[in-house]
């Protein structure tokens, strides 16, 4: 539903806004034919206010959908490379920041203490991940390192496929 909800809203039942939508949502629907279809369902309403409404709600709803587009391409990448997406996020933000900053004329003491602190909590998020990024290698070439000793130490006394298929059950991989 749009944000300004026009005065024929009140004339129309929870299925009837959500048909009226469908109907709305169509490809190349134009204001007259939404009129008309309120008219078909004893609304009354001017043609101004339904063109309002239409413009209003194809925003909303563009809108709507480009979000739930943008997180599902979200979640994919964090399910890819959690840290490249905190990575990305990192480097849009000081971009940002930047924009910002060449843009305005004059910055006054509050805005610039503001950024300071947002370019500090950055750098100090940008320094977490790259420790992150450090220990979870190193977890990874400890558990390469304990897997492979495993195997030496079990050779013979347990077949390959069970050592393997205890490596993924344990160590996810």
Do not use: C
């Amino acid at each position: 539903m749009a944000n300004r909800a026009p005065d024929f809203f009140r004339m129309l039942n929870e299925q009837a806004l959500e048909a009226l939508e469908e109907f709305a949502r169509q490809p190349g629907r134009q204001g007259d034919e939404v009129l008309e279809w309120l008219g078909g369902r004893g609304v009354k309403t001017s043609r101004t206010a339904v063109y309002r409404w239409l413009q209003d709600f194809r925003l909303e709803d563009r809108t709507k959908r480009s979000s739930e587009v943008a997180r599902s391409y979200l979640e994919a990448a964090r399910e890819a490379d959690p840290q490249a997406v905190s990575e990305a996020s990192l480097k849009k933000f000081e971009e940002l920041v930047f924009d910002y900053l060449v843009g305005a004329e004059e910055a006054d003491a509050k805005d610039l203490m503001f950024i300071a602190s947002a370019m500090r909590t950055g750098i100090g998020s940008r320094k977490e991940l790259l420790d992150l990024r450090k220990k979870v290698q190193e977890l990874e070439s400890r558990m390469n390192a304990a897997k492979t000793n495993l195997g030496k130490e079990l050779a013979g006394v347990i077949p390959q496929e069970r050592i393997d298929a205890a490596g993924k059950r344990i160590f996810g991989f």
